[in-house]
C-alpha cells in the first residue's frame, strides 16, 4: 500500500511540475550555464545570497517579470542573456524539483 501510495504521489508531483510545452532538462541546462546555481542552489534550495526559487509559487509571468527586474540583489538577467523561452524552460526545470521537506518531518529541526 505505502508503494503505491509512493507512486501516485510522484505521478501527481510529475504530472503538477510539467510546463506545457517548455523543457526542464534545458532549463536546468540554462540555470547552471547562467550561474543561477551559484546563489539559488542547484535544486534551487537557496542559500545565503539567494531565495529559494525551487517550486516557486510564483507563476510563468510573475518569475519572469522578477527575473527581468529584480527588486533585491539579484542581477537583471535581460532578454540579450536569456529570452523568454530559456526563462521559461528554467520555470519548467524549478518546477519540476521535489517539493521541500516540511519542517515537521525533519527531526534535527524539532528538537526542544
Given at each position: 500500500m505505502k508503494t503505491l501510495l509512493l507512486v501516485l504521489f510522484l505521478m501527481s508531483a510529475l504530472g503538477f511540475a510539467q510546463v506545457?510545452?517548455?523543457?526542464?532538462q534545458e532549463g536546468k541546462r540554462i540555470f547552471t550555464v547562467n550561474g543561477c546555481y551559484q546563489c539559488h542552489g542547484y535544486m534551487g534550495q537557496g542559500?545565503?545570497?539567494g531565495a529559494r526559487i525551487g517550486r516557486t509559487a510564483l507563476n510563468l509571468a510573475a518569475f519572469q517579470r522578477y527575473v527581468r527586474q529584480p527588486t533585491a540583489n539579484m542581477p537583471p538577467y535581460t532578454a540579450r542573456v536569456m529570452s523568454?523561452?530559456?526563462?521559461?524552460?528554467?520555470?519548467?526545470?524549478?518546477?519540476?524539483?521535489?517539493?521541500?521537506?516540511?519542517?515537521?518531518?525533519?527531526?534535527?529541526?524539532n528538537e526542544n
Amino acid at each position: 500500500m505505502k508503494t503505491l501510495l509512493l507512486v501516485l504521489f510522484l505521478m501527481s508531483a510529475l504530472g503538477f511540475a510539467q510546463v506545457k510545452g517548455r523543457n526542464a532538462q534545458e532549463g536546468k541546462r540554462i540555470f547552471t550555464v547562467n550561474g543561477c546555481y551559484q546563489c539559488h542552489g542547484y535544486m534551487g534550495q537557496g542559500g545565503a545570497a539567494g531565495a529559494r526559487i525551487g517550486r516557486t509559487a510564483l507563476n510563468l509571468a510573475a518569475f519572469q517579470r522578477y527575473v527581468r527586474q529584480p527588486t533585491a540583489n539579484m542581477p537583471p538577467y535581460t532578454a540579450r542573456v536569456m529570452s523568454d523561452e530559456q526563462l521559461a524552460d528554467v520555470y519548467a526545470y524549478l518546477q519540476s524539483l521535489p517539493a521541500p521537506t516540511p519542517r515537521k518531518d525533519i527531526p534535527l529541526l524539532n528538537e526542544n
